[in-house]
């Protein structure tokens, strides 16, 4: 008996000792999300979308064909698909075999080429040739999911609508605390919220850069993080606080 009583207490005792995690409130301070921003903004002063493109329909394509593949491997492919297939019109007119053989190194080759080919087609005939600059119009164009039509009105016309949230902006988020959600429309909710709409485009660039070269999925390089004390992520390699 007096054994359990000891085993009980020295569980009490080590978990008074346990160090008290931040509560979501904190994790949400405005003080907190506005260094969080601040140091963002130094740490990648030149972050921007990393598809090439000359102009917003190429930048439509460019971000559809990005999904579940690199954006080096779609840059790889566009310039060819688009010395072909210049135009929304002339890819309207492309058959889906031929936009197929250009696109097919990108994964789910033939799923994307339905969607751009839809694309083209809906841009040409209903929007006169140019990709629209209102989510509720973007939002009626095949392949052009919420993420897709933030890419697009946020790089091409500059307009924020939203936040972009990709796999990097999803997972760093969580780690960071500015939200619970999994969902991508539900997080992308939640930092349209927290964050001024003027650093909702810069915000998803510089989280991206920061993903794909600190925070990464697996062993985050905690130790060379410009944002390691603000986080108090439970998957940390490193902590100094």
């Known amino acids: 008996m007096a054994t359990k009583k000891s085993s009980v207490n020295r569980t009490l005792a080590g978990a008074k000792k346990s160090p008290a995690k931040p509560s979501k409130k904190a994790d949400l301070a405005p003080e907190r999300v506005s260094e969080i921003l601040r140091r963002l903004s130094e740490m ?12 917003a329909w190429e930048l439509l394509v460019a971000t559809i064909l990005s999904a579940q593949c690199t954006d080096v491997r779609v840059n790889m492919v566009t310039p060819e698909l688009f010395r072909k297939f210049p135009t929304p019109k002339a890819m309207a007119e492309a058959s889906l075999p031929a936009l197929e053989d250009e696109i097919r190194s990108t994964g789910f080759y033939r799923n994307k080429a339905k969607s751009i080919s839809g694309a083209a087609k809906r841009i040409t005939e209903v929007f006169g040739g140019k990709v629209p600059k209102t989510m509720d119009e973007l939002l009626t164009v095949p392949g052009a ?7 697009v009105l946020g790089v091409a016309y500059e307009i924020a609508e939203g936040v972009v949230v990709d796999t990097h902006v999803l997972r760093i988020s969580k780690r960071l605390g500015l939200t619970q959600a999994t969902e991508p429309k539900k997080v992308e909710q939640d930092l349209m919220k927290i964050l001024p709409p003027d650093h909702w485009i810069a915000f998803s660039h510089e989280v991206i850069f920061h993903g794909r070269q600190v925070c990464v999925a697996r062993k985050p390089r905690c130790v060379e993080c410009g944002l390691e004390t603000l986080c108090n992520a439970p998957d940390k390699t490193w902590s100094s606080h």
């Open 44 to 55: 990648y002063p030149k972050a921007e979308c990393a598809l090439h493109h000359r102009n």
């Open 145 to 151: 999911a919420r993420k897709t039509a933030n890419v």
